[in-house]
């Protein structure tokens, strides 16, 4: 019976540690990946080495191995981290209970922000980014092929046309035209050309261009009527 008794203790204490050691991997790759984005971005991926990453983090260059293979795999990584991180963040904007306008301006607001809190990595990724190995040069090119950051603005513009607030224009022409507008105001910015613009303002420029406007009324000549009754407004509410 004692030996009955200690078995279930046994199993929780066990399964405990495990879901210890879990968060603590998790904390850990997170620790490493942190850094690894702040070494890249000082010192560009060629002049980065390993034994930097991990003195940064505070490992040993053998611990940051057994967790990342190459440095390639933790390029690789390192991106699809910030893809994770803008991706989650459209996608919570997305959801919020915005009108067009609103919904656009956030989302802008949203890409504006990655790019200025990670500058300098995503300057290295945007600009000048590295070629690494195979297979993880493909999956950098996957990620950037999903397009989600395009993808939102497109239905937030596809919203705007339903609502009879755009033009008839395909909303995949639109959101590629707005979309092609953001990624040249950030890479400016990332190229220290100039500052990124507020989003309300890029946002009422596109739509000033794009806004559907509904035609003038034609105006029509007042109707010349015989006698000199024709000479009174009914506007003026005159009555006999």
Known sequence: MTISRRRPIGRKLRTETLKRRAVQAVAERELLLNAATKVFGDRGYYEASMRDIATQAGFSIGALYQRFESKD?????????????????????????????????ALTAVIFEHNTTHRTFLRLYGIHPPMIAEPYQSRIARMRERERSRRALVDALKIGQRDGLLVSDSAEFLGSMYYGMVIRAVNDFLGDRRRLPNPERLVTLFLDGVASHAPPPVARRPRRLRGSSALRSPALGSSR
């Open 73 to 105: 795999k933790l390029y690789c990584d390192v991106v699809e981290k910030h893809f994770a991180a803008i991706w989650d963040a459209l996608d919570r904007t997305a959801a919020l209970p915005l009108d067009f306008r609103g919904r656009l301006v």
